[in-house]
């Protein structure tokens, strides 16, 4: 069974700092993708992560892959209080037939 | 352009009830996949429909079922309400078949009594 572990759970950050995500997993994966939920609100789609190596950026936040290590990160630079939000990690397995396995999020806060 | 809107926004049903949640994608998308969240969980994967077809389940009992009409929209039916059916259920679309440049709804909001 395809086990999904992000930590930290819960972070709270000052803004300006850079912080680190991490997503581990516990078995061969198709691809990686991480995602942004604001409180009461939808999943919004940040990254999706192909390959070993893969690196992706938009802004503030940067993705990256290492399918050797099953593990996954999301970095946050130079943080700004916008950033606030519970990010997700989710795995794809068997072709996408067992659809994604989801993280338990980490509920990012960060105070002015 | 609309996005992937659901209905009805927030429920409310007793245990032993059955439910139907709809789904409309956006315009072009002939993928959607549904997702149930549990309160301060992660999403968890109960189906995707591709071309109205089951292309994906997630471990869900077989009170949960799905179906995809030929104007892509769809529907998530779950029958023989537990109080642990109670969450978010989301709904996303996407162009093509997999998981890549999903769009989700706003979600339903199920509570079981």
């Known amino acids: 069974e395809l086990k999904v572990e992000q930590n930290p759970l819960f972070l709270s950050m000052q803004e300006g700092k850079n912080y680190t995500i991490y997503c581990n997993y516990s078995?061969?994966?198709?691809?990686l993708y991480w995602y942004r939920q604001d409180p009461g609100k939808s999943l919004e789609s940040l990254f999706v992560l192909l390959s070993n190596g893969a690196v992706k950026q938009e802004g503030r936040l940067m993705a990256s892959l290492d399918t050797k290590a099953r593990l996954s990160t999301l970095h946050i630079t130079a943080a700004v209080h916008d950033l606030s939000a519970t990010y997700f990690c989710a795995v794809e397995s068997g072709g996408g037939a067992d659809g994604l396995t989801f993280g338990k999020g980490t509920h990012l806060i960060i105070q002015p | 352009d609309t996005g992937v809107t659901q209905s009805p926004t927030h429920l409310i049903k007793t245990r032993g009830q059955q439910v139907t949640l709809r789904c409309s994608p956006i315009?072009?998308?002939?993928?959607v996949s549904w997702y149930q969240q549990v309160l301060g969980q992660g999403p968890q994967f109960i189906f995707q429909?591709?071309?109205?077809?089951?292309?994906g389940r997630g471990n869900f009992p077989d009170r949960f079922s799905a179906r995809q009409f030929p104007n892509y929209s769809s529907e998530l039916n779950v029958n023989a309400l537990l109080l642990g059916d109670s969450a978010l259920y989301l709904c996303?679309?996407?162009?093509?078949?997999?998981?890549?440049?999903?769009?989700f709804g706003p979600g339903t909001r199920l509570t079981v009594t």
């Open positions: 315009s072009g998308h002939k993928s």
């Open positions: 996303a679309s996407s162009l093509k078949r997999g998981f890549s440049e999903q769009y």
């Open positions: 078995t061969t994966s198709d691809r």
């Open positions: 429909y591709y071309e109205k077809e089951e292309r």
